[in-house]
């Protein structure tokens, strides 16, 4: 007889915007694990484009359809956000070699702080692998068209907020 333990994966970021690439590696990481929350981060070293409850709702649009997903919004260290949601892996992208080298540290720095929790790695489908949340509201800000990186729902939204400038 076996015995199956529910793991809980946290995938954490602003995700300002989610993108198609997060998007990937949120469905991916979804079929690895029975639970999988995606960690909205309030994102108090970044100036984001989106407000949170906007961050949340698109998340929460794109995540919709994948009955294991949770959208939860996060603010302090990711390690009390994690226990506190009984996780037992942190789900991170990696694109590029300078990813990794960010990744690296970071992920032996939560080792050190949560030693009961393992970090993966995902890199996205090659269709993905360049795209960055930076270089959508970068290409959106100076007029270009994004709708390739981005949801239909999250491409609305920029739209939207450019209408209001």
Not at 41 to 69: I, P
Not at 134 to 158: D, K, Y
């Amino acid at each position: 007889m076996t015995s199956r333990t529910t793991i809980t994966a946290i995938y954490p970021g602003t995700f300002d915007p989610i993108t198609l690439g997060h998007e990937d590696l949120m469905r991916r990481a979804a079929g690895m694990f029975e639970r999988l929350v995606l960690a909205v981060a309030v994102g108090h070293h970044k100036k984001t484009m989106f407000s949170l409850d906007e961050r949340l709702a698109m998340a929460q649009d794109v995540a919709a359809e994948l009955g294991n997903v949770e959208v939860i919004a996060f603010d302090g260290l990711l390690r009390d956000f994690v226990r506190a949601h009984a996780g037992r892996v942190v789900v991170r992208g990696l694109r590029t070699g300078g990813d990794f080298e960010y990744e690296f540290q970071m992920a032996g720095m939560n080792r050190k702080l949560m030693p009961e929790v393992e970090t993966i790695f995902l890199t996205p489908g090659e269709h993905h692998q360049y795209t960055s949340s930076t270089f959508v509201r970068e290409i959106a800000t100076l007029g270009g068209e994004v709708a390739e990186f981005v949801s239909p729902g999250v491409l609305a939204r920029l739209n939207d907020k450019f209408k209001e400038r």
